[in-house]
């Protein structure tokens, strides 16, 4: 009797190279974050084509945070807030909630 037959996270995720809207959200994401270190930023892109987990992490956390933070940035803005404080509240929104 034959098991089921397994597929790696690699398999499952197709090409390891990102596409340009993968590559995006998670710039988008490091920007949100405040990584400035291009180093750094690159490390964590070639993460993402290497390793299928942190591709799924990195792409969760980015298509979930960086909608929310716009949604937060636009309702601080909306109530008279300065766009340099909306950014930073916002941000403090979404990544210390």
């Known amino acids: 009797m034959n098991g089921p037959e397994w ?7 197709g090409s390891s190279a990102l596409t340009q809207g993968e590559r995006q959200i998670i710039e988008k994401w490091l920007d949100l974050v405040d ?6 930023r690159e490390d964590v892109l070639a993460k ?4 299928p987990a942190a591709r799924v992490y990195f792409l969760g956390r ?3 945070e960086v909608p929310e933070f716009e949604r937060r940035r636009a309702a601080h803005i909306a109530s008279d807030m300065p766009p340099d404080e909306a950014t930073a509240a916002a941000r403090r929104d979404v990544l210390f909630y």
């Open 62 to 64: 980015a298509t979930f």
């Open 35 to 40: 990584e400035q270190d291009d180093e750094m």
């Open 48 to 51: 993402c084509e290497s390793d």
């Open 7 to 13: 597929i790696s996270f690699k398999d499952f995720l």
